[in-house]
């Protein structure tokens, strides 16, 4: 199958494509978080038990609409149902738990260095402006991955799939309907018993 990933979906898009590479044909990934470089010190400290607790505590507290408006270029996006839309999916139980696992998990370090390994033809989507996945991400993943190429949407910020929702939908569907190349996939390690 096709892998589409955004933000943090990209590393588990990324880590999908090395554990089974058989089983993608190829990548999209929009503002991708993967380096463990991009990682803010929050979600560091975060890997420590009661530490990250207390701080996803605070970071949940947070006016929801003032940490949306850091994600977008044109503020106008952040409208009242959004708001609303992402309060309500953020009070459903388990969601600060989910988060803070996840945050747990992301050890990219690990994966970065493998990333030329992967053989899929991927598009990466990228707003210009995005302050939460700067595009210096998306050049080096670019530079990363043997057969990547870098679109970039101009008043964008993390997400293109809005803000810049012609142009990038009209490209991902461009890149999904091409028949993918004929890539030379590594050999599968056999399981050990």
Same mark, same amino acid.
């Given at each position: 199958a096709a892998v589409v990933g955004h %933000?943090?979906?990209? %590393?588990?898009?990324?880590?999908?494509?090395?554990?089974?590479?058989? /089983?993608?044909? /190829?990548?999209?990934?929009?503002?991708?978080?993967?380096?463990?470089?991009?990682?803010? #010190?929050?979600?560091?400290? #975060? /890997?420590?038990?009661?530490?990250?607790?207390?701080?996803?505590?605070?970071?949940?507290?947070?006016r929801i609409d003032e940490r949306l408006a850091l994600a977008f270029y044109d503020r106008r996006f952040v409208t009242e149902k959004l708001v609303e839309d992402v309060e309500k999916a953020l009070e459903r139980p388990g969601t600060?738990?989910?988060?803070?696992?996840? %945050?747990?998990?992301?050890r990219f370090r690990r994966l970065q260095e493998r990333y030329r390994e992967i053989p899929q033809e991927t598009l990466l989507l990228w707003g210009r402006e995005d302050g939460v996945a700067a595009l210096?991400?998306?050049? /080096?993943? %670019?530079r990363d991955l043997p057969h990547a190429r870098l679109q970039v949407y101009p008043r964008c910020g993390h997400f293109p799939m809005i803000e810049a929702a012609e142009a990038s939908t009209?490209?991902?569907?461009?890149?999904?309907?091409?028949a993918p190349a004929s890539v030379a996939l590594p050999p599968r390690k056999e399981a050990r018993r």
């Open positions: %933000s943090w979906g990209a %590393s588990v898009a990324l880590a999908t494509a090395l554990a089974a590479p058989e /089983r993608v044909t /190829r990548l999209a990934l929009y503002d991708a978080w993967v380096y463990e470089e991009q990682l803010p #010190s929050f979600l560091l400290w #975060s /890997r420590a038990n009661g530490v990250g607790e207390v701080l996803f505590g605070l970071w949940y507290g947070e600060r738990a989910a988060a803070l696992a996840a %945050s747990r998990g992301q210096s991400a998306g050049e /080096r993943l %670019s009209r490209d991902l569907c461009e890149f999904l309907e091409t």
